[in-house]
Each structure stands twice: as structure tokens, then as C-alpha cells.
């Protein structure tokens, strides 16, 4: 079993920053992928942002140039760098992961329980 842990959220002023943070912790498992969604109340979990083992990232569209996704392997944590916020970036923030375990290729799809970020106008 892998444990996702995030922190980071706050509340922040419009054009401010976050950066978010989510650990995966357990044991001998590999990261496939992790990334970012988001729900905003009332609306459906959206995707924000992927980054791969080998490194690619991709974003949606809503947060492109504005949001950026790394890792830290060593750590086995993603980060979310938000800049220029909005308030329509306002919404629970998840993370996720793609897992496989060692002598396995069945991938697992773990969730984080969310950080709240608020963007006041």
C-alpha cells in the first residue's frame, strides 16, 4: 500500500504563488507518474498537470505558463508550483500516482486526501 501525503494549500490573493507538495511513502513500489487535480465545488475532479519517471510533463490549458509540475525522485514527492493565481484556480487540490510493485507490471492508482487552496479576488 502507498500513502500520499499533500500540504501546502492556503489562502492567497489574486496574481499570488503556492507551491504545493505531495510524498509518496510505502514500500517497494516504482512511480510510473504522479500529478495534480483539482475540484472546485459543485464541479467535477479536473486534471491540472503530469510529469513521468522519465521526466515529461504536460498541463491542461487552464494552468499553462502559470503552473509548473517537478519531483524530487530521491524523495518520492511531485511538487506544483503555482504562480499567478486566480480565483477560478480556487478548489481542493489532489494528488495522484501511478504505482507498479517490484516483480509485477499490474499499475495502482493512488490518491491523495487533498489541500484546499483559495485565491481571493
Known amino acids: 500500500q502507498v500513502r500520499l501525503v499533500e500540504s501546502g494549500g492556503d489562502l492567497v490573493q489574486a496574481g499570488g504563488s503556492l507551491r504545493l507538495s505531495c510524498t509518496a511513502s510505502g514500500s517497494s513500489f516504482s512511480i510510473n507518474a504522479m500529478g495534480w487535480y483539482r475540484q472546485a465545488p459543485g464541479n467535477q475532479r479536473e486534471w491540472v498537470a503530469t510529469?513521468?519517471?522519465?521526466?515529461?510533463?504536460n498541463y491542461a490549458d487552464s494552468v499553462k505558463g502559470r503552473f509548473t509540475i517537478s519531483t524530487d525522485s530521491a524523495k518520492n514527492t511531485v511538487r506544483l508550483q503555482m504562480n499567478s493565481l486566480k480565483p477560478e484556480d480556487t478548489a481542493v487540490y489532489y494528488c495522484n500516482a501511478r504505482i507498479t510493485y517490484a516483480r509485477s507490471s499490474t499499475e495502482y492508482i493512488y490518491w491523495g486526501q487533498g489541500t484546499q487552496v483559495t485565491v481571493s479576488s
Open positions: 510529469i513521468t519517471s522519465g521526466g515529461i510533463t
